[in-house]
């Protein structure tokens, strides 16, 4: 099956500073997804991606459909207490969403007041 | 809207034993999956449904069954649980083939002795 490469694994930072993490797959992708999981919940969606080179924001948030389609990164800026949690990519190939998501392994964020 | 709803939360099962993951939703989505997440893994495809009556497996079936007799309801079923599927259960649904992005449940937490 495909491969998520994210990185880093996890980042400690300071409140204030601005975050930047990515994901390398193998194979091609369709549609990128970010995600933010907080401890005991379930991922909510925080941007999804459909075109190759696509910049999009949600706020402090932004991410890029890498032009190869086999990469995409996530940047925070002036990243708050409540940023804190594990951010995912995944990767979905088909236009019929029948093969799921691929998850990568996660980015802990851990910030120091 | 209730959005995606799994129980139980938690769940403690002997060896052997079998039980059913719940998970229900009312967007009436037609996309439905079940994920496990573990530490260090990212989240993991099980199965997926694509619609009533249609389901498939996804990067870890074995050991998992499901069916989809409605579209609001996709069951997971552990047939005879080992502590290798000691686990968090993610049941996700989408709407329109994944383009908005999958939500998901909270989970369901289960550890198998």
């Known amino acids: 099956g495909q491969q998520l490469n994210q990185s880093p694994q996890s980042m400690f930072i300071q409140e204030g500073e601005d975050v930047s993490m990515n994901c390398t797959s193998s194979s091609i992708f369709n549609t990128w997804l970010w995600y933010k999981q907080d401890p005991g919940e379930g991922p909510v969606l925080l941007i999804a991606l459909y075109k190759a080179g696509e910049l999009t924001s949600n706020g402090r948030l932004t991410a890029q459909f890498g032009i190869t389609r086999k990469d995409s990164f996530l940047n925070i800026s002036a990243s708050i207490p409540s940023d804190v949690g594990i951010y995912f990519c995944a990767g979905q190939l088909g236009g019929g969403g029948a093969d799921g998501l691929t998850f990568g392994k996660g980015t802990h964020l851990i910030i120091q007041p | 809207n209730a959005g995606v709803t799994q129980t139980p939360k938690f769940q403690v099962l002997k060896t052997g034993q079998s039980m059913t993951l719940q998970c229900a939703q009312d967007?009436?989505?037609?996309?439905m999956s079940w994920y496990r997440q573990d530490p260090g893994m990212g989240l993991r495809l099980i199965h997926y449904s694509v619609g009533a009556g249609i389901t498939d497996q996804g990067e870890v079936p074995n050991g998992y069954n499901v069916s989809r007799s409605t579209t609001e309801d996709f069951p997971l079923r552990l047939l005879s649980a080992a502590p290798s599927q000691t686990s968090v259960y993610f049941c996700?649904?989408?709407?329109?083939?994944?383009?908005?992005?999958?939500?998901f449940g909270s989970g369901t937490r289960l550890t198998v002795v």
């Open positions: 967007m009436n989505h037609e996309y």
């Open positions: 996700a649904s989408s709407y329109g083939a994944g383009l908005y992005g999958y939500t």
